[in-house]
Nanobody
């Protein structure tokens, strides 16, 4: 079992920055693919960013160049640095851990609200 706890969300003006954290417990996530998703009101959950065990990253086009995903295996934590935030980035952000045969886990989410 893996527990994921997101933090760092909040209210920020357009153009501002936030850094989200996803702290894992119960099992190391060093061998897992970690992802961030988001879900805006009335919309489906959508992929935001991914980081592999190698450190290779991939981003949705809507956040490319503004968001950066990173991981600190020593702290069992994944981060999402969000810069140049836009009102359309407003959503609940979720952390996901894909541990392959050991399961797939979600956090409870953290709210990000960007005011115009």
């Amino acid at each position: 079992q893996v527990q994921l706890v997101e933090s760092g969300g909040g209210l920020v003006q357009a153009g501002g920055s936030l850094r989200l954290s996803c702290a894992a417990s119960g099992r190391t996530i060093s061998s897992s693919v970690m992802k961030w998703f988001r879900q805006a009101p009335g919309k489906e959950r959508e992929f935001v960013a991914r980081i592999k065990t190698t450190g290779s990253t991939y981003y949705a086009d809507s956040v490319k160049g503004r968001f950066t995903i990173s991981r600190d295996n020593a702290k069992n934590t994944v981060y999402l640095q969000m810069n140049s935030l836009k009102p359309e980035d407003t959503a609940v952000y979720y952390c996901n851990a894909d541990l392959s045969s050991h399961g797939n886990y979600w956090g409870q989410g953290t709210q990000v609200t960007v005011s115009s």
